[in-house]
Nanobody, 119 residues
């Protein structure tokens, strides 16, 4: 029933920046812990960042200081600003709405957006 749509991925050189967006339908995203996850072939999908209804945030150690998660409640959207990108950041990035900042993801996922960091 819930629909999450990611956008903003693309090809960027190492050290560059991208901003991802996740627009939600049929839920009020500000009431949930919005999260960004990423996955490469053969690896488990991993948490990148989350932001809860009180705007507290959580980041994977690998992206701390480089990525920033934020939300615009009026637009029902969660963003991921990615700076100082590294080749190891290359992955498909997915949006998810969980119930808490530290809990597991919800069952609904977007289609994903590809981020490729390469020279």
């Amino acid at each position: 029933q819930v629909q999450l749509v990611e956008s903003g991925g693309g090809l960027v050189q190492p050290g560059g920046s991208l901003k991802l967006s996740c627009v939600a339908s049929r839920i009020i995203l500000s009431r949930y812990a919005g999260g960004w996850y990423r996955q490469t072939p053969g690896k488990q999908r991993e948490l990148v960042a989350r932001i809860n209804s009180g705007d507290s945030t959580r980041y994977a150690d690998s992206v701390k200081g480089r990525f920033t998660i934020s939300r615009d409640n009026a637009k029902n959207t969660v963003y991921l600003q990615m700076n100082s990108l590294k080749p190891e950041d290359t992955a498909v990035y997915y949006c998810n709405a969980g119930t808490t900042l530290f809990g597991g993801p919800g069952t609904d996922w977007g289609q994903g957006t590809q981020v490729t960091v390469s020279s």
